[in-house]
């Protein structure tokens, strides 16, 4: 089945700086890539996604960025405020395995973002 | 905008006990999943519904189960509770099964004591 791996696992950075954090799946076959912010005590939230017929999308302050051939897709936050504290996941889909809708998530990255 | 509501958010059962926790999804959405996240972990893939149907199944346990009714709104019944059911349990919801923005809810804390 899917793996999903995420790193770092942790970010610190200062405010107005930049976070990148990256992933890598293993199954081909995946096709949409998600990605969620979770503050504590709260649910998953999506902040942005890209599906594989896509190199890079943007909205705002965030990007993501896939590389089909490498396996491999990136999230970036610019300009960073406290706000942007969070967890950071990433996810994949669509790959064989019966996973065709849910979910198969990565670790997670705790950014903190430094006034 | 309307999101995915579940409920209780906090629950507290002793080992042994039934529990159910229920999910309405985002209107006209007609997918349900359900994930379990532990403390520092990330959410797991439990069962999804799409259309009244099971659609897909992950890690879940024989002891719980799960449905979808008429209206969407879902449930999972979580039978002879043991401690290491004490999670974050989540539902999301989608329009249609296939790789679609999928919404969570803010989750149900089940504490098994």
């Known amino acids: 089945g899917e793996n999903v791996e995420q790193h770092p696992s942790t970010l610190s950075v200062q405010e107005g700086d930049s976070a990148v954090i990256k992933c890598t799946y293993s199954d081909s076959a995946s096709n949409y890539f998600p990605w969620y912010k979770q503050e504590l005590g709260k649910g998953p939230q999506l902040i942005i996604d890209i599906r594989s017929n896509v190199g890079e999308k943007k909205d705002q302050r965030i990007a993501v960025t896939l590389n089909k051939t490498a396996k491999h897709f990136s999230l970036h936050i610019t300009e960073t405020q406290p706000e942007d504290s969070a967890v950071y996941f990433c996810a994949a889909s669509g790959g064989y395995g019966g996973s065709q809708g849910n979910l198969i998530f990565g670790k997670g990255t705790k950014l903190s973002v430094k006034p | 905008a309307a999101g995915v509501i579940q409920s209780p958010r906090h629950l507290i059962k002793e080992k042994r006990e039934t529990a159910t926790l229920k999910c309405y999804p985002i209107?006209?959405?007609?997918?349900v999943y359900w994930y379990q996240q532990g403390p520092g972990q990330d959410p797991q893939f439990l069962i999804s519904f799409y259309e009244k149907m099971q659609s897909d199944k992950g890690s879940i346990p024989d002891r719980f189960s799960a449905q979808q009714f008429s209206d969407y709104h879902s449930e999972l019944n979580m039978s002879s509770l043991e401690l290491g059911d004490s999670a974050l349990y989540f539902c999301?919801?989608?329009?249609?099964?296939?790789?679609?923005?999928?919404?969570f809810g803010q989750g149900t804390r089940l504490t098994v004591v």
């Open positions: 999301a919801s989608s329009l249609g099964p296939m790789n679609t923005e999928a919404f």
């Open positions: 209107p006209r959405h007609d997918t």
